[in-house]
């Protein structure tokens, strides 16, 4: 089963803006206070891409260069979710938005060291 689920994708005008959710699929995943929790995604044609991360224990934020400025990411400990607000978004934030967890926030920006995965989320920015 996927550990993670995300939601709040779609169709979306350029100029606009969308919050992406994650949160785990069941009860027996834990999020641990060393995880951090990030958004990645992976726009047809391109390589998969660091967007965002938040650690659990210190809420720590770090983003990808595309984020930096248009993004921000939160964490609800108590709801056990992480959203993606994403405003002024063009048409090259089209993607598939992925949200993963690490165990540690070493190497936050490489995905191949994420253990969790959702299935993602498509974002679509056109007129």
């Known amino acids: 089963q996927v550990p993670l689920v995300e939601s709040g994708g779609g169709l979306v005008q350029p100029g606009g803006s969308v919050t992406l959710s994650c949160t785990p699929s069941?009860?027996?995943?834990?999020?641990?206070?060393?995880?951090?929790i990030s958004w990645f995604r992976q726009a047809p044609g391109k390589e998969r891409e660091f967007v965002a991360g938040?650690?659990?224990?210190?809420?720590?934020?770090y983003y990808g260069d595309s984020a930096q400025g248009r993004f921000i990411i939160r964490r609800d400990a108590a709801a056990n979710t992480v959203s993606l607000q994403m405003d002024n978004l063009t048409p090259e934030d089209t993607a598939i938005y992925y949200c993963?967890?690490?165990?540690?926030?070493?190497?936050?920006?490489?995905?191949?060291?994420?253990?969790?995965w959702g299935e993602g989320t498509q974002v679509t920015v056109t007129y």
């Open positions: 069941t009860s027996d995943f834990v999020i641990y206070s060393s995880n951090i």
């Open positions: 993963a967890r690490k165990w540690d926030a070493d190497t936050w920006y490489d995905g191949s060291k994420y253990d969790a």
């Open positions: 938040v650690t659990w224990r210190n809420y720590k934020r």
